[in-house]
């Protein structure tokens, strides 16, 4: 279940980016156990992703968010840097 919303979350990112191959999506666990992406992206790709006024990986964060409740996951903590 977790990786299926990692793939979804790395091919949603690679779509937006000019240099997809360099997208990575890492998982993890908070204390409370819900899941955390860290994505990593190129620093050239950084503007495309967050977008004006933080607008496009809002929207990311919410098409993931979605994914995952329609997966019984309640809560999906998402993070983006680049290298």
């Known amino acids: 279940m977790i990786e299926e919303l990692?793939?979804?979350a790395e091919e949603l990112v690679k779509s937006l980016c000019t240099e997809p191959d360099l997208v990575k999506v890492k998982d993890f666990k908070d204390e409370e156990e819900n899941?955390?992406?860290e994505i990593m992206i190129s620093e050239d790709d950084m503007g495309k992703v967050i977008?004006?006024?933080g607008k496009t990986i809002k929207a990311?964060?919410?098409l993931i968010q979605v994914a995952a409740f329609n997966k019984g996951v309640?809560?999906?903590k998402i993070n983006v840097d680049s290298f």
């Open 60 to 62: 990311i964060r919410t």
């Open 35 to 37: 899941p955390i992406f």
């Open 74 to 76: 309640k809560r999906v």
């Open 6 to 8: 990692k793939t979804f």
């Open 51 to 53: 977008g004006k006024n």
